[in-house]
């Protein structure tokens, strides 16, 4: 193919199709696209991370075994996941000594040379939901539609590897898929693909920005659903919108905000959430302890898991986090693990805190804005990630 017309047709490709996917998600998500600038990887001393002695370590053990699930398949990692295997209820002096020993801390800086990053946060909601409809509970939540395509360019481009596109057949032609208020609106892709059915709007679109949540059903027994797919249109931060409308002050514009703002303005609120076009589908999870599934493929800890950008975070890996409380200048300085990603979390310095499950975890999470550092703890050896030396 002639050069020029490679290159436009490369160009052109994202705005066919609408968008890669997004949103979090507790089942593996497609690949981002390359990083469009390189983050720095700078080597240093333990001392250096604030926190580091006092943190209570023992409360991440878990989830860095659990990490270890999937990362002990990578040779950099195999000798020092072994290892840990092999300590039973380790001590923090032990956690920190074994850590210490096997690892190496890089404070990851961000392409344009800063160090501060954004730290925001997320939960497990728990809805209200039937899985027949009713007066009460007419909001679905929709399965995959079978009608949803996935492209993988990379046999014909090598440089899309990390792209995958969705669409659907049109004739003969792919087109976008149908957006949020095309969806909502009870395209005939989504009939029969209903899971459940909830009693408020707004409750549902925040569960398509978790990821993943519990719905309470008629006869008191929970079920657990998670990110399946994604409609491949862009996620847009109806917080924002309000901001800039002139809707909410900057400072109100959280999870809680939106969802007084709704309450005041149900008119209104369609208008609102079809501006974000992106759409998540679910799936249902069998029973399980502990979290929810995230990026990983391993249930996440409650105050130890992050969600990450994996074009700068290796996944799976232990990172140091130096934050402070939502709302409050008090350090929040402690081991986390990368186990999960999301449409939202784009940046090398830029983590999502899972807080847990249930309403006082909603309203962490949903107060979460924090400037915050972030050092990579890798084993010696093991490459950094996008190829940095």
Known sequence: MNPLLRRLALACLPLLFAACAQL??????PPPPKAEGQAAYRLGEWSALPGWREDELSAAWGAFLQSCRSLKAKPAWDETC????????????????????????????????????LVTGYYEPLLNGSRSRSARFRYPLYGVPDDLLTIDLA???????????????????????????????GTSSVKGKELFWVDDAIDLFFLQIQGSGRILLPDGSLARVGYADQNGHPYRSVGKRLVDSGELPL????MQGIKDWATKNPAKLK??????????????????????????????????????????????APVYLAATWPNSDRPLQRLMMAQDTGGAIRGAVRADFFWGFGPEAGKLAGAMRQRGQMWLLLPKGAPLPGGNP
């Not at 493929?297 to 105050?303: D, S």
């Open 24 to 29: 979090p998600a507790p089942k593996p998500p």
């Open 155 to 185: 046999s014909v481009y090598p440089e899309l590897k990390n792209l995958r596109l969705r669409g659907r057949m049109e004739g003969r032609k792919v087109v976008p898929y149908w957006n949020r208020g095309e969806i909502e609106s």
């Open 251 to 254: 400072e109100k514009a959280s």
């Open 82 to 117: 072994a290892a840990a295997s092999q300590l039973k209820a380790p001590s923090n002096e032990e956690i920190r000594g074994f850590f210490e020993a096997r690892l190496l801390p890089y404070r990851i800086v961000n392409p344009d040379g800063s160090e501060d990053g």
């Open 271 to 316: 208008e609102l959430l079809d501006y974000n076009a992106s759409y998540v589908f679910f799936r249902e999870l069998p029973s399980q302890e502990g979290g929810p599934l995230g990026a990983l493929g391993v249930p996440l800890t409650e105050a130890r898991s992050i969600a990450v950008d994996p074009r700068y975070v290796t996944l799976g």
